[in-house]
């Protein structure tokens, strides 16, 4: 979760360019800036992927930050769908058809989850403190 798709040219090059150290990536990986995670607890499973890369290929998986947010802080449904669409045309996401489902009693396209998985991203996404009695609709 630390790393974005758009992070993926970042990784290979670490992996692969002896050249770039650790403070490198972590230099990179602050002037992308988007994630802003402490990479320091990763540094040994970083070294280890990276001197075993044969074998091991570290991928940036998650969609980058600003777009996740920026869908967790949707206010209509309608919102939600057209950055859906967006994020697919950019090749981020697949087809919708292929990541939603049906909500059985409101009929609307949503994404397959549940809602504790929900629940917790939208919370480090939008800043809202998970404890609170405040549930994001």
Same mark, same amino acid.
């Given at each position: @979760?630390?790393?974005?798709? /758009?992070?993926?040219?970042?990784? *290979?090059?670490?992996?692969?360019?002896?050249?770039?150290?650790?403070?490198?990536?972590?230099?990179?990986?602050? @002037?992308?800036?988007?994630?802003?995670?402490?990479?320091?607890?990763?540094? /040994?499973?970083?070294?280890?992927?990276?001197?075993?890369?044969?074998?091991?290929?570290? *991928?940036?998986?998650?969609?980058?930050?600003?777009?996740?947010?920026?869908?967790?802080?949707?206010?209509?449904?309608?919102?939600?769908?057209?950055?859906?669409?967006?994020?697919?045309?950019?090749?981020?996401?697949?087809?919708?058809?292929?990541?939603?489902?049906?909500?059985?009693?409101?009929?609307?396209?949503?994404?397959?989850?549940? /809602?504790? *998985?929900?629940?917790?991203?939208?919370?480090?996404?939008?800043?809202? /403190?998970?404890?609170?009695?405040?549930?994001?609709?």
């Amino acid at each position: @979760e630390h790393f974005s798709v /758009d992070m993926q040219s970042l990784l *290979h090059r670490y992996q692969i360019d002896q050249s770039i150290n650790y403070d490198d990536l972590v230099s990179s990986y602050k @002037e992308i800036g988007t994630e802003g995670h402490d990479l320091n607890p990763y540094k /040994d499973i970083l070294e280890y992927c990276r001197n075993n890369s044969e074998r091991i290929e570290v *991928h940036g998986g998650f969609l980058p930050r600003p777009m996740a947010s920026s869908y967790m802080k949707a206010q209509s449904y309608e919102e939600r769908m057209e950055l859906l669409a967006d994020y697919s045309k950019k090749g981020y996401l697949p087809e919708q058809e292929h990541m939603l489902i049906t909500n059985t009693t409101t009929q609307e396209k949503e994404l397959y989850g549940s /809602d504790s *998985h929900f629940n917790l991203f939208e919370s480090l996404l939008s800043g809202r /403190d998970i404890y609170s009695n405040e549930i994001h609709e």
